[in-house]
């Protein structure tokens, strides 16, 4: 019988424990179906910080580190420095990222480290309760927003793509959306990109990945693919940032 479809051989066989609706899942199958595709079961490596990306390391069929909170991209560039032949990514989430791990992800990127960054953004610190996270629109009420994010008080948030984009050194840059199968196919192609140009040791790439906390949103799933639809997108602009491979400067 042909196969159509199955587990990635980079994943392993434990089931997610994420919640109801929570799009970790997915951006963890588009990140193995793609190291498949490459070829690169054997020769890549995954660092892993706190909160809910933490738990990528049950769930990758590869070596797996654990990093402070932030300092994924540092622990990376270790790696990849001391192990050049090995191919190394990182799975973030936004709190992480874009807030402890500011400096970290800025200079790796304008050092233009031969690593793949992927960065799950779903405007919130989900493990921990809730909190407002860097990414928090404005207006968006959180644990510690619970008035809505004050931009005179808090500023906007960052947007992480366009904000790496003014650094000369990354390779590729490019936000995708995992909000509908269409997207995700969309977002596969760029996932399956970043993994190819990190084998060819090509240089910095990002891949920041447009998702949903349903639970600490306090919606279901479907409410939250919706809202985010309608808030998120026209904040967060899809589309390429980078791309030196094809041109995109």
């Known amino acids: 019988m042909e196969i159509i479809a199955k587990r990635p051989e980079a994943l392993t066989k434990v089931p997610f424990h994420y919640c109801p609706g929570c799009m970790h899942g997915v951006a963890h199958r588009l990140i193995a179906e793609a190291i498949d595709e490459n070829g690169l079961i054997n020769q890549i490596a995954g660092v892993a910080p706190v909160g809910c990306a933490v738990f990528a390391y049950n769930y990758f069929n590869c070596d797996m580190a654990e990093a402070a909170h932030g300092r994924a991209p540092a622990v990376a560039t270790g790696i990849k420095r001391a192990r050049p032949d090995m191919h190394i990514f990182t799975y973030q989430g936004d709190g992480d990222l874009a807030a402890i791990g500011t400096a970290e992800i800025v200079h790796s990127a304008n050092r233009g480290e031969k690593i793949s960054v992927f960065f799950v953004n779903n405007a919130i610190y989900g493990m921990t309760g809730g909190q407002m996270a860097p990414t928090t629109l404005p207006n968006m009420k959180t644990t510690t927003s619970p008035y809505?994010?004050?931009?005179?008080?808090?500023?906007?948030?960052?947007?992480?793509?366009?904000?790496?984009?003014?650094?000369?050194?990354?390779?590729?840059?490019?936000?995708?959306?995992?909000?509908?199968?269409?997207?995700?196919?969309?977002?596969?192609?760029?996932?399956?990109k970043a993994i190819r140009y990190n084998k060819e040791n090509r240089g910095f790439t990002f891949i920041e990945f447009i998702s949903t906390c349903p639970t600490n949103w306090g919606y279901e799933p479907e409410q939250a693919r919706q809202w985010a639809k309608e808030n998120m997108l026209p904040f967060f602009k899809l589309g390429v940032y980078r791309d030196k491979g094809e041109g995109v400067e």
């Open 148 to 192: 809505g994010r004050n931009v005179d008080d808090i500023g906007y948030p960052i947007r992480m793509c366009e904000l790496l984009a003014t650094l000369v050194a990354p390779y590729y840059i490019e936000r995708v959306s995992l909000l509908s199968p269409a997207d995700i196919i969309k977002a596969k192609k760029a996932v399956n």
